[in-house]
């Protein structure tokens, strides 16, 4: 019979969670995937797309936690990050090659408050056909629908501007 069983396989919190944040964005209700934290989400985007001898593009001012695991934990794995300033599109486009797997940048960086440029970057993404990972936290899907701008995927985190804290 169908059900809840355990809680790492189905929780009815976190379903309800993970389907009504996905629509917020504008995503399919099945679209979401609760995690323990936003830098596990940022871990399993990356992790999901790239292997040993992969590379991905990622905006420079990051999220302390982000850019540690980047910087310091994905190259263990044979995944490296290409850092650039997310917002000159020549940048991102110069250092994407046969190897790069996705575009990375929050919608407004923390702490630098830089910008990212999302509809260039979804349109880059697009032609050159790798998914715009898209950290959502410090605008949530109230100020900015990352989808609408070509983003593929959206990572946030809810202990910061989404839950109030």
């Known amino acids: 019979e169908l059900g809840n069983i355990y809680t790492r396989l189905m929780n009815p919190t976190t379903d309800i969670l993970e389907k009504r944040f996905s629509m917020l964005h504008g995503g399919h209700p099945l679209a979401g995937l609760g995690l323990a934290s936003g830098t596990a989400a940022c871990f399993y985007s990356i992790i999901n797309l790239a292997e040993q001898g992969d590379n991905f593009v990622s905006a420079r001012n990051l999220y302390g936690g982000t850019y540690t695991q980047f910087n310091?934990?994905?190259p263990k794995f044979g995944i490296k990050p290409r850092f650039v300033?997310?917002?000159?599109?020549?940048?991102v486009e110069a250092a994407i090659d046969s190897k790069t797997r996705a575009i990375f940048c929050e919608t407004v960086s923390n702490p630098a408050m830089e910008?990212?440029?999302?509809?260039?970057?979804?349109q880059l993404a697009k032609d050159k056909g790798i998914p715009l990972i898209v950290d959502d936290t410090f605008t949530t899907p109230y100020l900015c629908k990352?989808?609408?701008w070509g983003a593929s995927v959206i990572v946030?985190?809810?202990t910061k501007w989404t839950g109030g804290h």
């Not at 300033?85 to 940048?91: F, P």
């Not at 910008?115 to 979804?122: D, F, R, T």
Request: charged share 25%; hydrophobic share 40%.
């Open 72 to 74: 310091d934990i994905l």
């Open 85 to 91: 300033d997310i917002t000159d599109i020549s940048q």
């Open 115 to 122: 910008i990212s440029p999302l509809e260039e970057l979804g």
């Open 146 to 148: 990352p989808f609408e």
């Open 156 to 158: 946030s985190s809810l």
